[in-house]
């Protein structure tokens, strides 16, 4: 359910551009059918290249899809998206679960991750202009896969991927410790090539007392002072900062909390734009105490917030930013977004726009949204 | 697979006998839908295998909802076999779900076959089978359950809806599960969390509504029969396990403190262990090994003792008149998350903790 995009940020307000040529990501693919037994996330590198975290295979499998050039985009929203992708299957909309969605920037296209709930099997399908649902098939594609091993114990889950710069980092979970690492894997990536991943555990401290792992849930990579860092968004939890340079083999690293954007929220998609020159980051949770303290007409709900608050150094930990002082928002700078109540998955379209699919009293739809 | 042809309905137009036919397996899922074309109809450029866009232009089979409703043409592989299109959609099809095929003539004159998928037999419905940990005792910062399921589950946040803790006055705890899924590869095994931020001191979560436990009450937990099986059907019965809690456990297992029966020489008499707490069932199993003087692992059985309290070990050869050491992985956790390395909320301001003792050495007596 968790996905990314991708951008490369430099804290004194400009945005850096980073080159990346094809062959940059991979370097050396393997063409057949990826041995992929679970897609938890899916997001994209440059020049059209999917990377899919498959938990049950403790692997993040990488894609040249060849969709690399510029397509026309959806424009008309495609309501009963669920019920539609799943005809394409030969079931109703209860018989698959849409599990993340990610457009490629290189084309437009958004990418969805389905299992189809009676056999459990993971596929990938693509939503073009006109709205049309074809299956992207994961036969005869040309990958490249790094296996993932967080020490003494299995990765059953990723809970999400991205690219970053000249990396791909990576969060995951297990099925039985309270164990979180983050991987960073060297590109441009050797097919089944192990040697380039780093791994460490994450923690946060509390009331500059008390210390936990923390498992991640959404990541995305900024760069601050020639420096890049993770961020990550946790469960009911600030979001958190950590070096990207502190992932070693074994290290334990401790995040920076620098916002606080309310509990009893999970944190779904966040992604970087700007806005009038100024950049903004968007992310979207789901809002598990709804029912007993609404913040909308839906448990899915967006924030903006001005992205030159990751680079806070100074009121970070319980010295955050937050948004709300009981229930009453006390910053202008980390904002409601309205039109985005009842998203559910999101990504950035273009400059301009969002993709999302949104909840609605009778199902599920697939917008086209502005950029607030 | 042991194919039968099953024409089900003619629905309209079209030459007598039917052009459309559908081959299926024993239980109907998975078809073959045959097309046959006289001389001339098919372009003669078309290959043996057709694209999606080319194979849909001809004919399609779609799926037909309760409202009649046709959906788009069903993904599959069209080939071309002489003057027949045969198309396999490429994902099993639904029992009792009803399906349309229809060759789209260029003369505008359509053919139709109805398809009904047949009734699954009845087959017992899905069980939870096992809970840990079995104890009914679990400290107020009890992390996490197992829960064993007889048959593959039905993914999907929906089953954090459908398990609940109730009180003592039987009402239910809000919001008391991290809501992220956690199966085994089979789905047989779902590992639920109790929120990890209403257990964490000093986290916001917990500080706005409380921790989901308090010590000294009971509470049930209750699998709602609405919880389904990977097809879809229901838990037969409502599943509830009661428990009281203690005081919450910020203490580290201490391996050094734990209790050896030690077996025989020559015999395969079980190595057993007795951890003086319940530690965590699955970390339990493969946690803990055996090594010989060489540091070899030993192979054998591993039986995790009631309440998930001990543990066992049994080899597979008898054992040698040699040294021998129990491994525990630092990652071993109780049921609070403390590990022997750390306890799940370290507090900072504390005195230091002496390292965990991870090697025990025993030999058999």
């Keep these: ?372 | 697979m042991n194919a039968a042809i099953g024409i089900l309905s003619l629905l309209t137009l079209g030459a007598d006998p039917s052009p459309l036919r559908i081959e299926s397996s024993d239980d109907g899922r998975v078809v073959t839908v045959v097309a046959d074309f006289e001389e001339g109809q098919l372009p003669t450029q078309t290959f043996p295998r057709l694209t999606a866009r080319q194979g849909e232009a001809i004919f399609t089979f779609r799926l037909v909802d309760e409202m009649g409703k046709l959906g788009a043409p069903i993904f599959g592989d069209y080939r071309r076999v002489g003057s027949q299109i045969r198309f396999k959609p490429r994902y099993r099809l639904i029992p009792q779900y009803d399906y349309l095929a229809t060759i789209h003539a260029t003369d505008g004159q359509s053919v139709s076959l109805n398809y009904r998928v047949p009734k699954r037999p009845a087959l017992p419905p899905v069980s939870v089978e096992k809970v840990f940990p079995s104890s009914a005792v679990l400290p107020a910062n009890h992390l996490k359950f197992y829960i064993h399921f007889s048959k593959p589950m039905r993914e999907g946040r929906a089953i954090f809806d459908r398990i609940h803790l109730l009180n003592e006055d039987g009402r239910k705890v809000l919001d008391p599960w991290r809501r992220t899924e956690l199966w085994t590869e089979d789905a047989r095994r779902l590992t639920l969390w109790i929120h990890p931020g209403r257990i964490k001191t000093g986290v916001n979560l917990r500080e706005e509504l409380g921790p989901v436990l308090q010590p000294h009450r009971r509470y049930t937990l209750v699998i709602s029969p609405d919880v389904q099986d990977a097809d879809g059907q229901r838990l037969g019965r409502r599943f509830a396990k009661g428990f009281e809690t203690t005081l919450a456990d910020r203490k580290r297992p201490q391996p050094d403190q734990w209790q050896l029966h030690l077996p025989l020489i020559a015999t395969r008499q079980p190595l057993e262990v007795k951890f003086g707490e319940s530690l965590d069932q699955a970390l339990s199993q493969r946690f803990l090994e055996v090594r010989d003087s060489k540091r070899q692992l030993v192979a054998g059985r591993i039986d995790v003792g009631k309440l998930e309290a001990g543990w066992s070990f049994v080899p597979k050869a008898p054992w040698a008149n040699e040294a021998y050491r129990l491994a525990v992985n630092p990652l071993l956790e109780d049921l609070a998350g403390n590990t022997p390395n750390r306890v799940f909320d370290t507090d900072l301001t504390a005195a230091a903790q002496s390292p965990p003792v991870l090697i025990l050495p025993f030999r058999p007596r």
Excluded at chain 1, 263 to 284: E, Q, T
């Design chain 1, 1 to 372: 359910m968790l996905q990314v995009r991708v951008v490369v940020l430099v804290f004194g307000m400009s945005l850096a551009t980073s080159m990346v040529h094809a062959g940059q990501v991979v370097k050396e693919t393997k063409t057949g059918t990826p041995p992929i037994k679970s897609i938890n996330v899916l997001s994209f590198a440059p020049e059209g290249v999917l990377l899919i975290g498959d938990g049950s295979g403790s692997q993040i499998v990488v894609i040249e899809t060849g969709d690399d050039s510029a397509r026309p985009k959806l424009k008309q929203p495609i309501a009963d998206i669920d019920a539609k992708m799943a005809a394409r299957l030969g079931t109703k909309s209860d018989g698959i679960e849409i599990i993340d969605m990610a457009v490629n920037p290189a084309s437009g296209t958004p990418y969805f991750a389905v299992r189809k709930q009676d056999d459990k099997r993971h596929l990938i399908l693509t939503v073009d202009a006109q709205g049309e649902i074809r299956e992207f098939a994961l036969n005869d594609v040309p990958y490249a896969r790094v296996r993932l091993k967080a020490g003494e114990d299995n990765i059953s889950r990723i809970t999400d991927v991205a690219w970053a710069e000249s990396k791909i980092i990576a969060a995951g979970r297990s099925n039985e410790t309270f164990a979180s690492k983050i991987f960073s894997i060297n590109a441009p990536l050797n097919h089944d090539s192990a040697g380039s991943v780093y791994s460490a555990e994450t923690y946060h401290v509390s009331h500059r007392r008390w210390e936990t792992k923390a498992p991640m849930s959404v990541l995305i990579p900024i760069r601050e002072n020639d420096k890049t860092y993770v961020v990550g968004a946790f469960s009911c939890t600030p979001v958190v900062k950590y070096p990207l340079d502190s992932l070693k083999p074994g290290a334990q690293v401790k995040g920076t909390s620098v916002i606080e954007l309310g509990s009893g929220n999970r944190p779904i998609d966040m992604f970087v734009y700007k806005k009038n020159g100024k950049p903004f980051v968007l992310a979207n949770t789901f809002r598990f105490h709804h029912k007993r303290r609404p913040f909308g007409p839906s448990p899915y709900w967006t924030v903006k917030f001005e992205q030159g608050l990751l680079g806070e150094n100074k009121a970070v930990n319980e010295k955050a930013i937050r948004r709300l002082e009981g229930n009453k928002p006390v910053t202008d700078k980390i904002t409601m977004v309205e039109t985005f109540h009842g998203v559910m998955q999101m990504d950035k379209l273009d400059d301009f726009q969002a993709l999302a699919l949104r909840q609605n009293d009778d199902g599920m739809s697939l917008e086209v949204l502005a950029l607030p």
